[in-house]
């Protein structure tokens, strides 16, 4: 392939009549002509090639534009489902910290009317042991009343007895005395 230096370094030799030699001229252009087309169809190939890699360029510049904007959306909604997941967080540990509170003065209620129950039931139940034990106790008291009074009259029929025998043995010995 010719260099531009050799293009310009090229001379012609006269011709006998006073012009260039017709022959060197188109052989030499010959030569240019095939390396020119060689050039223009390769410079050709080259701007096809230069406009579909500028043309690729901008197809990732523009995908690359695209996918800046779908990361810089996506960190805010990022951004925005954190802000609502925490808001959602707060309110539920705040839902169940007053429903915990809630159960808590619940249980302590249910506690303190267990115990008032049970306090009264317990009283209840004292009472009516005492009433038992007043009825037992009357009953054997009765019981013991009616048997004090069954020995003391077998004693009294026992000492009705003695002392009848005691008469007897008396008037008897009386008697054998008087005899």
């Avoid at 252009?29 to 050039?39: F, G, I, M, P, R």
């Avoid at 009616?146 to 009259?153: G, I």
């Avoid at 007897?168 to 005899?179: E, F, M």
């Amino acid at each position: 392939m010719l260099t531009p230096q050799e293009i310009q370094d090229q001379k012609f030799e006269k011709a006998v009549f006073g012009g260039y030699d017709m022959g060197q001229i188109d052989k030499f252009l010959d030569a240019v002509l095939s390396d020119y087309t060689s050039l223009y169809k390769e410079n050709a190939a080259l701007k096809a090639k230069m406009r579909v890699l500028v043309d690729k360029i901008e197809e990732y510049r523009a995908v690359d534009e695209e996918l800046r904007k779908t990361l810089y959306n996506a960190q805010i909604a990022a951004k925005d489902t954190v802000s609502r997941a925490q808001a959602e967080a707060e309110r539920i540990l705040r839902e169940a910290q007053e429903k915990a509170a809630k159960m808590v003065a619940d249980a302590e209620a249910r506690g303190a009317a267990l115990c008032e129950n049970t306090e009264t039931e317990t009283v209840a139940a004292a009472k009516e042991v005492i009433v038992q034990l007043r009825e037992r106790a009357e009953t054997m008291r009765e019981r013991l009343d009616t048997e004090a009074k069954e020995e003391a009259a077998e004693i009294v029929r026992q000492a009705s007895l003695r002392k009848r025998s005691a008469e007897k043995i008396v008037i008897r010995g009386l008697a054998s005395k008087c005899r």
